[in-house]
């Protein structure tokens, strides 16, 4: 059997069909604002991390979320995606998300899952399965609306972007850090959504593979779909985000190119640390080097 055939039957086999399928959603046309935030504001703990954040990210954009340790990317990140909340009601403290012009809450869980798709910082898998049958996975929410053929090239097509195919039949819990990194991407990749939300995706990853990683999203963004990573890299940053927003305690305390935003006044600011900016010799996109 060839490994087409395998991954068709594997991924007919992890995807079961739902009995009312929500209906297929239509591309945002390029330009369209895909997540709206005004206003978010969250508080734990006696703290806040979030102090009435705005921001606009529309299609064909990759935007990146960055700023020091405890800044608020992460939450921001989740608040976006409709996965921070207070309690249980899926929404900041005040403030509002809307994805698509429409408000975050109206959204079913079914119906936000065909719509974007999160990769959070850490995932855990309780049973040995294989890469091929976790990225498959990602395919659960089209189950009813394609069929085996359209699952299994996704499924492919996910793989083959993250450098994976030779670990098709690996037990997941075999692999190394930076390979459960590709593979979880790969599921996300998958899911085949207009907005892909990403949380530091490059954390475990060697520079070859934190460049792959990077490429994908900007290539995915040049496509017409609509990407929120969050890095710390600050070079990855300058060199594939169309945008960039920098936060500190809690607010964004700049957005823009990253030409326009990465200066050292700003970043020795919110860093708390002296840095140069410098532009790189070939591409001149910002290069951040801390002083030492």
Not at 21 to 35: F, I, N, R
Not at 213 to 239: F, K, P, Q, W
Request: charged content about 20%; proline content about 8%.
């Amino acid at each position: 059997m060839s490994a087409w055939s395998r991954l068709r039957r594997r991924t007919a086999a992890t995807v079961a069909p739902l009995s009312r399928p929500p209906q297929h959603p239509a591309p945002a046309p390029p330009g369209t604002a895909v997540v709206r935030a005004e206003g978010l504001t969250v508080r734990r703990g006696g703290r806040t991390l979030l102090d009435g954040v705005d921001l606009t990210v529309r299609a064909g954009e990759l935007v990146a979320l960055v700023g020091p340790n405890g800044a608020g990317k992460s939450t921001l990140l989740g608040v976006l995606s409709g996965d921070v909340g207070p309690r249980d009601t899926g929404a900041a403290d005040s403030g509002s998300v809307h994805l698509f012009d429409r408000p975050l809450a109206d959204w079913t869980p079914p119906e936000l899952a065909l719509r974007r798709a999160v990769l959070p910082q850490d995932s855990s898998v309780s049973f040995p399965f294989s890469v091929a049958e976790l990225v498959a996975m990602g395919r659960a929410p089209w189950a009813g609306l394609c069929d085996a053929d359209t699952d299994a090239a996704q499924t492919f097509a996910a793989m083959a972007r993250t450098g994976i195919p030779h670990l098709a039949e690996r037990r997941f819990p075999s692999l190394s850090g930076g390979e459960r990194a590709r593979v979880m991407l790969a599921r996300v990749l998958a899911q085949g959504t207009q907005l892909l939300m990403l949380d530091e995706p490059t954390a475990a990853l060697d520079i070859r593979h934190q460049e792959l990683v990077l490429s994908v999203a900007r290539e995915l963004a040049e496509d017409g779909r609509t990407v929120i990573v969050v890095l710390h890299d600050l070079g990855l940053a300058a060199a594939y985000a169309h945008r960039v927003a920098v936060l500190s305690a809690g607010r964004i305390a700049a957005r823009g190119t990253p030409a326009d935003v990465f200066t050292a006044s700003l970043l020795s600011d919110v860093y708390q640390h002296q840095v140069d900016v410098l532009p790189h010799p070939r591409t001149g996109a910002p290069l951040v080097v801390p002083r030492r």
